[in-house]
Nanobody, 126 residues
Framework: QVQLVESGGGLVQAGGSLRLSCAASGRTFSTYSMGWFRQAPGKEREFVAAISWSGRSVSYADSVKGRFTISRDNSKNTVYLQMNSLKPEDTALYYC???????????????????WGQGTQVTVSS
């Protein structure tokens, strides 16, 4: 069993930055692909970014490319999401997820992920 705890959300003005963190329990974190998803009120959950276990493969939603960066530190069992040039439409509850199936590719489908955190709220004011 893996437990994921997100942190780093908050209220920021448009154009600002935030860095989300997701701390994972368990010894096998370094073998998991990790992803970030978000869900805004009244909308379906959507993919944001993902990173393979090695960090060599990353994927981004088109809406965040060039603004968000996903990274991981396997020595700290933590994955990060650096969010720059934030827009009001980035406002959502952001979830971290872990995919325990060995893969060299960072998956973008939510149903590929096995474990989910509780989420951290990001609010961007205009």
């Amino acid at each position: 069993q893996v437990q994921l705890v997100e942190s780093g959300g908050g209220l920021v003005q448009a154009g600002g930055s935030l860095r989300l963190s997701c701390a994972a329990s368990g010894r096998t974190f370094s073998t998991y692909s990790m992803g970030w998803f978000r869900q805004a009120p009244g909308k379906e959950r959507e993919f944001v970014a993902a990173i393979s276990w090695s960090g060599r493969s990353v994927s981004y939603a088109d809406s965040v490319k060039g603004r968000f960066t996903i990274s991981r530190d396997n020595s700290k069992n933590t994955v990060y999401l650096q969010m720059n040039s934030l827009k009001p439409e980035d406002t959502a509850l952001y979830y971290c997820a872990a995919d325990e199936t060995p893969s060299t590719v960072a998956r973008t489908r939510g149903d590929a992920y096995d474990y989910w955190g509780q989420g951290t709220q990001v609010t961007v004011s205009s």
